[in-house]
């Protein structure tokens, strides 16, 4: 008479389903990172101006690669970048928009990966665009492009005297209508020479020659830096990792 194995089975398989979906339910109310458009704009409060996708055969060590990759009308993640690009056009509501900080909370999120490509989308328009490599302390922007930074932003915020003196700092790169500010020599302090006015002179200088200035800053925990940049740019543009950082650190 025992054991009855259908009622076993009927009961084991309900079980199962209800134990399958409670657990759903508690890792889904566990996860607190951002992962759909929802969550940035029910837990952020903010527009959705796009989402890239990953590519896995994507490596990033050279300039080249990137121009590809924004050039490529096959590349998901290509086309992820000028659909963003759209977006900033719509997001700027009328006012101008021309220099754009792009940070994130914590690093490691992609802002230069994604600063890079913007920059690029813009310069594939035709367009005069400075990409400034605006983090005084772990910068990598300049590797990606194969330049020197021996001379560029630290030092003429804290040697420079004449804005003319800023044409000799930019670097040309392999991509046409792109231009490159390189970080210069890592300074001790940062927060002070971001917060002299010579960093206002030099954003009134690049938005007078370039159509779009784009500004790699840092990330806004645990420093102040992207907070100065904030003072000098249009707007800003926040990168958040896919299942990434915490809601409520972002």
């Known amino acids: 008479a025992r054991p009855r194995k259908f009622q076993v089975l ?6 199962g389903v209800a134990l399958g979906i409670a657990l759903c339910i508690t ?3 566990l996860d607190q990172t951002i992962r759909t458009q929802d969550d940035v704009q029910t837990r952020l409060g903010l527009p959705l101006l796009g989402a890239v996708p990953r ?4 490596r990033g060590d050279s300039g080249d690669e990137y121009y590809q990759l924004v050039n490529d009308a096959k590349s998901l993640t290509g086309e992820s970048f000028k659909d963003i690009r759209t977006m900033l056009g719509f997001a700027s509501a009328g006012r101008e928009l021309r220099s754009l900080l792009v940070t994130s909370a914590v690093q490691g999120e992609g802002k230069t990966f994604l600063a890079i490509n913007l920059a690029l989308a813009f310069a594939q328009l035709g367009e005069k665009v400075l990409l400034i490599e605006g983090d005084l302390r772990r910068p990598n922007l300049h590797k990606r492009f194969g330049l020197s930074r021996e001379n560029g932003l630290s030092r003429f915020l ?10 000799a700092l930019i670097q040309p790169v392999i991509v046409p209508n792109l231009n490159v500010l390189p970080c210069g020599p890592i300074p001790p302090n940062p927060s002070e020479l971001l917060s002299l006015p010579r960093l206002k002179a030099l954003m009134g200088w690049a938005k007078e020659k370039f159509d779009h200035v784009i500004v ?9 830096d992207a907070q100065l940049w904030g003072r000098q740019v249009d707007g800003g543009l926040f ?11 972002v």
Do not use: M, Y
């Open 55 to 58: 590519s896995s055969l994507f």
């Open 10 to 15: 009927v009961l084991a398989a309900l079980f």
């Open 27 to 29: 890792v889904e109310n």
């Open 216 to 224: 790699d800053g840092t990330p806004v925990l645990p420093v102040s």
């Open 239 to 249: 990168v958040v990792q896919f299942g990434g950082v915490r809601a409520a650190v």
């Open 158 to 167: 804290a040697h420079g005297e004449d804005l003319s003196e800023l044409s």
